[in-house]
């Protein structure tokens, strides 16, 4: 089938929608099945039958990759050849590469990976940086070592390309360490390792990082993972450097389950043998696990730390947030020190940029003394696109506003969309129920059309292509990527508009608020479904449907209603109505609840008329789940844009995010029953 033919069939059915499939999908949704189980016999026979089919791209993938361990390289060559340009070749070679690596054919490796083009694989991205280490030797850069540094930190799993490339690098196994040399790096740096995988409980990981630099010393490590306690209450001694070290990882095991018994344990033994870097780690793992159980003793093992550049920036944010929480007045010096300790690239972040330019107002001895700095961060950051974007705004004295929309698009631009074959294959694998095939050859098209991605009016174009059939993740999320313009319309859709705002007012709950909840729970996905089994637009689980539905007097509910779109949403607004009010109308509040469930937010607020009064922003920051503190911010911000559209109106994230304080003993205990 000719290419133009093809696309033009693509194109059919994504106009279409899923509901015009052509003669063939069911056939390779099968196939995809047969991939999922590692049926290759199945897929090999399965493949001749899906010859020209708009999607071959993918059946063709499926086949190889899974034999791609015994396939030979003239059937590789031959598929990156046939399906060039496509991000199934990519995928491909993604995988090639990796089994290049581990199998340490670093001559083929190295004819190969200058043709990978996402080159978005930590892994293989360490396995080129060593076979650079290996051809170069002292002519490879100097910024080699710290870039397998980072990776290799950065995974969470003990993967072969990182600890291999970080194994080279370390000494030279044989012989002279080359800790000086610029391509090196120390022993340190796997002790480094190990911390933080024993830290976030990767026994695998941790093991793998000491086994570089101290084999001998493995026993012991599976001892300090099977009873940190035991071990340190053994007649293990701190003489010499690899001692020390084992004695920190299971100062680190005990602390992430009893930060108390390991700030005993280096208060009364271990401190004294132990170096100030040594003790300024552990006391700051104690602190930020304190920290996130909200504990007001986090600031006082912080307050152990001599030098907070010795601290990991996860530590140093949790330092930030025990500060923030301290009382009705932040600790200000704490939170501006703990900023000033972290790396170049995580003060650029918008949140501690944001905190930073408060604690330089707040501490200014002069007012003028920080102030300039201050307005200079913000400056930086100030714009409506996010939580702390809005803030910044906000806190230079600006209303947040919708921005103008940038200039309609051309028809010859919204030509080149619809006429990407990328994009197309996206939309259709999206339409027929391949959602997560989908999303990544359209994110693929979208950041790899051209050198250095899409241009912004490419993106918008590439946007609208998605809103106009009404994928409205895709929408979203491509429109949120320019640089230079903001299309509100496209970031801030307001699809069911009708019955989202006639719902919402009949209850008395801000459209707006819905609709920020809305584009966070599902993207308007209608058949969204999360991984503990929420459902529909506003993502509510069953047990939560059933409850909310007696509540509001929904008659003959069952839960194959949940993904009925009006029935959906009357359950989400009336859930969402009843923690809101529950919560005495806070939004972030009412947001952690619908995520969280509201046991967990209750237990975050101080006891019944005891304890500090929060900004709403300082009380985000401390919400102890990441994915519940990230998403109370989205959605309360994403409130204020909404409300800014809906509007016309000027509008406030302060205001909305209010206060958060302990509950008023005086009014009555909250609703106890809400699931």
Request: proline residues 5%; positive net charge; hydrophobic residues 40%.
């Amino acid at each position: 089938m000719q290419f133009r033919t093809i696309l033009t069939l693509i194109a059919a059915v994504v106009a279409c929608g899923a509901q015009a499939q052509p003669r063939g999908d069911d056939l390779l949704l099968d196939m995809h099945q047969a991939y999922k189980r590692g049926d290759t016999r199945k897929l090999t026979q399965m493949l001749p039958q899906l010859r020209g089919h708009a999607l071959e791209p993918w059946a063709a993938y499926w086949e190889l990759r899974a034999r791609l361990d015994s396939a030979s390289v003239q059937e590789i060559q031959d598929f990156l050849t046939r399906w060039a340009g496509t991000y199934q070749e990519d995928r491909l070679r993604n995988d090639w590469l990796l089994m290049l690596g581990q199998r340490r054919d670093w001559t083929t490796f190295e004819a190969e990976y200058p043709k990978f083009r996402m080159n978005d694989d930590r892994e293989v991205r360490c396995y080129a940086l060593l076979v650079q280490h290996l051809t170069q030797g002292a002519a490879a850069p100097a910024t080699l070592a710290g870039e397998v540094r980072r990776n290799w930190y950065a995974q969470r799993d003990a993967d072969d390309g990182c600890a291999h490339a970080a194994s080279r690098l370390i000494g030279e196994r044989d012989g002279a360490r080359r800790t000086g040399n610029a391509t090196g790096m120390t022993v340190q740096d796997a002790w480094v390792k190990a911390r933080l995988a024993t830290e976030a409980n990767r026994p695998r990981a941790a093991t793998k990082a000491v086994e570089i630099v101290s084999p001998e010393s493995l026993p012991l490590v599976a001892e300090l993972n099977a009873s940190p306690v035991k071990f340190l209450t053994s007649r293990v001694t701190a003489a010499s450097k690899v001692r020390k070290e084992l004695i920190t990882l299971a100062l680190i095991k005990l602390a992430v389950g009893d930060a108390e018994g390991a700030a005993r344990q280096l208060d009364s033994k271990w401190g004294p043998q132990l170096s100030a870097e040594e003790r300024n780690w552990v006391w700051g793992v104690i602190g930020k696990q304190a920290a996130s159980k909200l504990s007001s003793d986090a600031l006082g093992y912080y307050a152990n730390v001599s030098r907070d550049s010795d601290l990991s920036d996860d530590m140093l944010g949790w330092k930030v947030r025990a500060a923030l929480r301290a009382g009705n007045q932040p600790r200000w010096a704490d939170v501006l020190s703990a900023v000033n300790g972290m790396s170049d690239e995580a003060q650029r972040d918008p949140t501690w940029t944001y905190w930073k330019a408060r604690a330089l107002l707040a501490t200014a001895a002069n007012p003028s003394d920080k102030r300039t700095e201050a307005l200079v961060l913000l400056e930086r950051i100030a714009s409506p696109r996010g939580f702390y974007e809005q803030l910044a705004l906000e806190e230079l004295g600006r209303k947040i506003t919708a921005p103008e929309r940038p200039q309609p698009l051309t028809a010859e631009e919204k030509d080149a969309a619809r006429m990407n074959p990328s994009l197309n294959r996206g939309l259709y694998a999206i339409a027929i129920g391949l959602r997560p095939e989908g999303v990544r050859e359209w994110n693929y098209a979208t950041n790899l059309h051209k050198s250095g991605g899409m241009t912004d009016r490419e993106l918008l174009a590439a946007a609208q292509f998605a809103c106009d059939r009404e994928v409205w993740d895709r929408c979203i999320n491509t429109s949120e990527r320019t640089r230079d313009v903001v299309d509100v319309e496209q970031r801030f859709p307001m699809p069911f508009r009708e019955s989202v705002v006639r719902r919402s007012r009949e209850i008395a709950l801000d459209p707006a608020y819905v609709y920020g909840l809305i584009r966070q729970e599902s993207r308007f996905i209608m058949d969204a479904r999360s991984h503990v089994g929420a459902s529909g637009l506003m993502q509510v689980m069953p047990a939560t449907a059933r409850w909310t539905a007696r509540k509001i007097g929904l008659a003959n509910f069952t839960a194959d209603q949940i993904n009925d779109r009006e029935t959906n949403i009357a359950i989400g607004t009336g859930y969402l109505k009843l923690v809101l009010d529950d919560f005495d109308g806070s939004m972030p509040l009412a947001a952690a609840a619908y995520n969280a469930g509201p046991g967990r937010p209750r237990s975050w607020r101080a006891p019944g008329g005891t304890g500090p009064v929060l900004e709403g922003a300082a009380w985000a920051e401390n919400v102890p789940f990441n994915e519940t503190r990230d998403y109370v911010k989205k959605v309360v911000s994403n409130t204020t844009m909404y409300a800014a559209i809906l509007t016309g109106q000027p509008q406030s994230l302060k205001a909305r995010m209010g206060t958060v304080g302990p509950r008023d003993a005086s009014r009555p205990e909250p609703n106890r029953d809400l699931p």
